[in-house]
C-alpha cells in the first residue's frame, strides 16, 4: 500500500489474522514506533507475534537503518510484555494512568529497542 507502506497484513494458513506497522517514522532521528495486533485469540502464543516482531525489526534495522524502535503497551498486557521481551525491547518507564479502560485508569509501559542492541543480540546479523 503506497500509502502505508510500513503497514503489514499478519498471513497464517492463507488467513490474514493480523496486522503490524512501524508508524510515526522521524527520519531525522531515525526512529519509529511498533504496533502490532493479531485479531483471533486463537492463534496468539503460537510464537507467531514474536516471529513478526523480529522480522519487523529486522527490516527497521537492516533495511530502513534506523536506530530506535519504541512502543506502549498496557501494564496488564502480560503476553504482549513477553513477547516484546523475548524480541529484546528493553522497559524504560512507566506513563501513569493514562488510559480510562472501563471506569478504571489504566498504565502503560514504554519500550524500546536501539540499534546496537538488536546488532549485539542473536536477532541481528552484525553481531560480532
Ligand atoms: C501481543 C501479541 C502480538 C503477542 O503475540 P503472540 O503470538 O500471542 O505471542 P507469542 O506466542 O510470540 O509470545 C507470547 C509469550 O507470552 C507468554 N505469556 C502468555 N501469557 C502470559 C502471562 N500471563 N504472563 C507472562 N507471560 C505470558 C507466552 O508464554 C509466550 O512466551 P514463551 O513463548 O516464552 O512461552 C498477540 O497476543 C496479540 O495480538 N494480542 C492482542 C492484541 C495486543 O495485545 N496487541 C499488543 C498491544 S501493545
Request: aromatic fraction near 12%; hydrophobic fraction near 35%; glycine fraction near 10%.
Amino acid at each position: 500500500m503506497k500509502k502505508h507502506p510500513l503497514y503489514w497484513i499478519i498471513e497464517y494458513q492463507g488467513k490474514c489474522i493480523g496486522t503490524a506497522k512501524l508508524y510515526s517514522v522521524d527520519e531525522l532521528n531515525r526512529r519509529a514506533g511498533y504496533a502490532i495486533g493479531i485479531f483471533d485469540k486463537k492463534y496468539w502464543e503460537k510464537g507467531l507475534g514474536t516471529e513478526v516482531t523480529q522480522l519487523v525489526l529486522k527490516y527497521a534495522f537492516e533495511k530502513l537503518n534506523l536506530h530506535r524502535i519504541d512502543l506502549k503497551v498496557l501494564s496488564f498486557n502480560h503476553r504482549a510484555i513477553a513477547c516484546y521481551e523475548k524480541c529484546g525491547f528493553v522497559k524504560e518507564g512507566i506513563e501513569r494512568e493514562g488510559s480510562l479502560i472501563g471506569g478504571e485508569w489504566c498504565s502503560d509501559i514504554i519500550f524500546s529497542i536501539l540499534e546496537q542492541e538488536y546488532h549485539t543480540s542473536r536477532l541481528g546479523h552484525k553481531a560480532s
